[in-house]
């Protein structure tokens, strides 16, 4: 089993920046692509972005390109997302997990879930 932890979460103002945090335990995670997805009131889960288990591959919804920077630390057993010029509809409740099927942007390919951090950003 793994438990994920995300954190980092805030108010903050349209142009701000936040760092959210996933960290892992009862595992490593090391070998698996983890995923960053975020759910607004009354939306669905939708994807945010993905980051490969080396690090060295990502992609992300066009959205949040240029904006946002997924990022591991497998030393640490812990996976990062930088959101840089943020915008009033980037609030959400952003949630890490750790993929295990083939299709990185449905929810339906990621397993162990965290319970969330929120984001609110004010225009």
């Known amino acids: 089993q793994v438990q994920l932890v995300e954190s980092g979460g805030g108010l903050v103002q349209a142009g701000g920046s936040l760092r959210l945090s996933c960290a892992a335990s009862?595992?490593?995670?090391?070998?698996?692509?983890m995923g960053w997805f975020r759910q607004a009131p009354g939306k669905e889960r939708e994807f945010v972005a993905t980051?490969?288990?080396?690090?060295?591959?990502?992609y992300y919804r066009d959205s949040v390109k240029g904006r946002f920077t997924a990022s591991r630390d497998n030393a640490e057993n812990t996976v990062y997302l930088q959101m840089n010029s943020l915008k009033p509809e980037d609030t959400a409740v952003y949630y890490c997990?750790?993929?295990?099927?083939?299709?990185?942007?449905?929810?339906?390919?990621?397993?162990?879930w965290g319970q969330g951090t929120q984001v609110a950003v004010s225009s």
């Open positions: 997990a750790v993929r295990t099927g083939s299709w990185p942007t449905l929810t339906m390919s990621y397993d162990y």
């Open positions: 009862g595992r490593t995670v090391s070998s698996y692509g």
């Open positions: 980051i490969s288990g080396n690090g060295g591959n990502t």
